[in-house]
Structures are given as C-alpha cells and as structure tokens.
C-alpha cells in the first residue's frame, strides 16, 4: 500500500537490498524532524523484493503513516533512482 510517511522523532534507516540502482542508491538514513516526510510506495509492481527498514538511534522512535488516496502515488517528477541527497538543496525545496 502506497502511504505517506512522517517520522517525527528519532531515525529510520530503509534499504532496498535487491533494487537495481548501485549499492550506495539503495540505502538512506532520516532524521526526524522537518525533513522526516517520505512516500513509501514500494509496491509489489515496482519492488517485488521490498525494503528493509531498522530503526538506529536509542532515542525513541515516532512515525505517522498516512495512506494515499486511491493508493496512488501523487504526481511527482523522478529526478533519479534512489533517495534524495542534502547536496540536492533542502531536498527538492521542502
């Protein structure tokens, strides 16, 4: 199921250990906080293998799912495969 992802408090770190892109495009850490959002949509058609998600910090971790309407995913433009990196500028301009 396609479904927005806010992590709040603490970190998430979610690989994709069978996806095409390089070893070091399957993989990224989030913070919680004002970046934390992320639409996880790893659906059996684009992702058979899915992802593999461990939770890092001793600090508590808190996250808010919310599904997608119709479980689609929103318009978007793909930049590139994988997550997004700080050297793309405030990721995307959120």
Request: glycine share 8%; with cysteine; proline share 7%.
């Amino acid at each position: 199921m396609a479904r927005y992802s806010l992590i709040m408090a603490g970190e998430v770190h979610i690989k994709t250990p069978n996806a095409n892109p390089p070893a070091k495009r399957n993989e990224v850490c989030i913070q919680g906080g004002r970046y934390g959002w992320l639409i996880a949509a790893d659906t059996v058609d684009v992702a058979v293998k899915g992802h593999v998600t461990e939770f890092p910090s001793d600090e508590s971790t808190v996250i808010a799912q919310l599904p997608v309407k119709d479980n689609k995913v929103p318009k978007h433009k793909l930049l590139h495969d994988g997550p997004c990196t700080e050297e793309q500028g405030d990721f995307a301009g959120l």
